[in-house]
């Protein structure tokens, strides 16, 4: 057998199907859901007479609208009120589990899934935020997705996805100070 990375063996744990031109289709374990890129995700799925696959593996949060200081007064911009009040009611709607924007586990969603043990290792995760693919960190195999995407994997449960080819990185002579690993 061949030696793998970590990348390759998410990838091929998750893998459901190749198709000739390398375009796959991959399973995933954790769908991370905000207010901005899911009201016409779950609208769609209206729309089409579907329902979420499997709402088990769903964790939403609203984030993008939500104010950093004096909750208490709520929302002010309607348009951002609206965002989260569609979160709220489909979430509920659909069994989804939420945490409401004055629940103490809400926060920025690339940041709650590890923070709240949704994003463990060996895991895929989704989300429709650029953010996402920081769950790698985590040895998640994970990908920001936009919002046509978030509604295939609300219906599948899976992800078409070109997988990514291998770099190989040489660093060579001495880091700068204050130079580490994370920053190459």
């Avoid at 991959?26 to 089409?48: C, K, N, W």
């Amino acid at each position: 057998m061949n030696a793998q990375t970590l990348y390759d063996k998410l990838w091929n744990s998750h893998l459901v199907r190749t198709e000739p031109d390398g375009t796959a289709l991959l399973y995933i374990d954790r769908h991370l859901v905000h207010e901005v890129t899911s009201p016409q995700a779950f609208e769609g799925m209206r729309m089409a007479q579907r329902k979420p696959w499997r709402t088990s593996s769903m964790l939403a949060v609203p984030d993008h609208n939500v104010p950093t200081t004096h909750r208490s007064g709520g929302i002010t911009d309607p348009i951002s009120r609206l965002q989260v009040e569609t979160l709220d009611a489909n979430c509920a709607e659909l069994g989804i589990t939420e945490f409401k924007m004055n629940d103490m586990r809400q926060g920025v969603v690339h940041v709650i899934g590890p923070e709240q043990g949704a994003t463990l290792p060996g895991m895929t995760v989704v989300c429709g935020d650029s953010h996402t693919s920081t769950h790698g960190a985590f040895g998640a195999l994970a990908h920001g997705i936009g919002t046509s995407e978030v509604e295939h994997v609300m219906a599948t449960q899976c992800l078409v996805a070109k997988k990514s080819k291998a770099m190989l990185v040489k660093v060579e002579g001495r880091l700068g100070q204050g130079v580490t690993a994370k920053d190459i």
